[in-house]
């Protein structure tokens, strides 16, 4: 890939993943952008944005209604080659995990989730 700032041929690196989550009733959901910048000087060419919707059954204690809260949010990059040689896709993805907690109960429950894209779907930015 081209890098307009160091105008050369550049390597690709990832950024860290952007995630955004949120807690509906019984779902965590929302959206991690990925971002694949230049090796050299950090500029980002090309992002993909990836919507997470991951289900949930969470078991208060017993008698317990509070209210869920989500915390600890945190996520990595992933990659991985689909096929060999010329033929072979690279896709880049996130791992992430959270935790939804009710504060009344003290009851916690980990949700983790992952989710990829295509190198080659990713919008370029310049």
Request: proline share 3%; aromatic share 8%; glycine share 8%.
């Amino acid at each position: 890939m081209r890098c307009p700032d160091c105008n050369k041929f550049v390597g690709i690196e990832m950024a860290d993943p952007e995630l955004d989550l949120s807690l509906l009733e019984d779902e965590v959901s929302g959206s991690v952008r990925l971002v694949q910048t230049c090796a050299e000087c950090g500029t980002e060419l090309a992002e993909a944005e990836l919507n997470i919707e991951i289900p949930f059954e969470f078991k208060h204690s017993e008698g317990c209604d509070g209210q869920l809260e989500l915390s600890d949010e945190e996520a990595s990059n992933s990659d991985r080659f689909e096929g060999k040689g010329r033929g072979a896709r690279h896709f880049y993805g996130v791992d992430f995990t959270a935790t939804v907690s009710c504060p009344k109960c003290g009851v916690k429950q980990m949700i983790e989730g992952s989710d990829e894209e295509q190198s080659s779907s990713f919008d370029q930015l310049y």
